[in-house]
């Protein structure tokens, strides 16, 4: 494996881990189009795989793919066999099978929760894979797996995340879950009610005390002494 490959794909792992919280082991969806073109060049997915993503990797299918590679007879034999050792995902076309290509962008459907990747070598498959944001697409050239670059759509989508002008509608509800958990949302609605604006002075303290009149104030006390003489003097 070169080096120069190696960087290329951890520095793509780096982008997928941090900006669409990708985690080990990493679910990887292939399709019979991957399988058929790594039986072509003699490619070891499962034990090459894991190497190049840097880390544990789930290899996994649908039914509708394996039924596809059924129906494509023995041109696709040794694909079909391959495809049958990975782990089989349900998908929602148990009564009626569908295409690989469909069934396979009915899994990274609402966001791609899961956190799959997508394997392919139908080049129809990867246009719409790389219209939908935070999808991994993996492809073969000669006897080489490569990770693809992410698409605009997922650059894009990080940038709007970074501006807080978009929230994937999961962590919208999470962070509310996590409000309501620590008594957040409930201190937040206290200080959106409005407070009381602050009033101007008492108009009546405003008003001028009225000045005591002196010549009042001075007869009582005049009366006073005269009393107290009026009592030494008997």
């Given amino acids: 494996m070169g080096v120069r490959r190696q960087k290329h794909a951890k520095k793509i792992m780096g982008f997928?881990?941090?900006?669409?919280?990708?985690?080990?082991?990493?679910?990887?969806l292939l399709d019979g189009t991957f399988c058929q073109a790594a039986l072509?060049?003699?490619?070891?997915?499962?034990?090459?795989?894991?190497?190049?993503?840097?880390?544990?990797?789930?290899?996994?299918?649908?039914?509708?793919?394996?039924?596809?590679?059924?129906?494509l007879g023995k041109a696709l034999y040794g694909a079909k066999l391959i495809a049958q050792r990975f782990q089989v995902r349900n998908c929602s076309h148990h009564k009626d099978p569908v295409s690989g290509s469909t069934c396979l962008l009915s899994m990274i459907e609402d966001g791609n929760p899961h956190h799959f990747f997508i394997?392919?070598?139908?080049?129809?498959?990867?246009?719409?894979?790389?219209?939908?944001?935070?999808?991994p697409l993996l492809f073969i050239i000669q006897n080489t797996m490569v990770l693809d670059k992410p698409s605009p759509k997922s650059l894009a989508f990080v940038q709007k995340l970074q501006t807080?002008?978009?929230?994937?509608?999961?962590?919208?509800?999470?962070?509310?879950?996590?409000?309501?958990?620590?008594?957040?949302?409930?201190?937040?609605g206290e200080k959106?009610?409005?407070?009381?604006?602050?009033?101007?002075?008492?108009?009546?303290?405003?008003?001028?005390?009225?000045?005591?009149?002196?010549?009042?104030g001075q007869?009582?006390?005049a009366e006073k002494k005269k009393r107290r003489k009026r009592k030494r003097n008997r």
């Fill in 164 to 188: 807080n002008q978009l929230v994937p509608e999961y962590r919208k509800q999470s962070i509310v879950e996590l409000k309501e958990k620590e008594g957040l949302a409930k201190q937040e």
């Fill in 40 to 71: 072509r060049n003699k490619i070891q997915i499962r034990e090459q795989l894991p190497g190049y993503l840097g880390g544990a990797a789930q290899l996994c299918t649908t039914r509708c793919v394996i039924k596809e590679l059924e129906s």
């Fill in 16 to 28: 997928y881990r941090h900006s669409f919280q990708f985690r080990e082991p990493f679910q990887v």
């Fill in 219 to 221: 007869e009582p006390s």
């Fill in 119 to 135: 394997a392919t070598q139908d080049q129809d498959l990867s246009n719409k894979v790389k219209k939908k944001p935070g999808v």
């Fill in 192 to 216: 959106r009610r409005k407070r009381k604006r602050a009033g101007g002075p008492n108009p009546l303290s405003c008003l001028k005390k009225k000045k005591k009149n002196t010549s009042e």
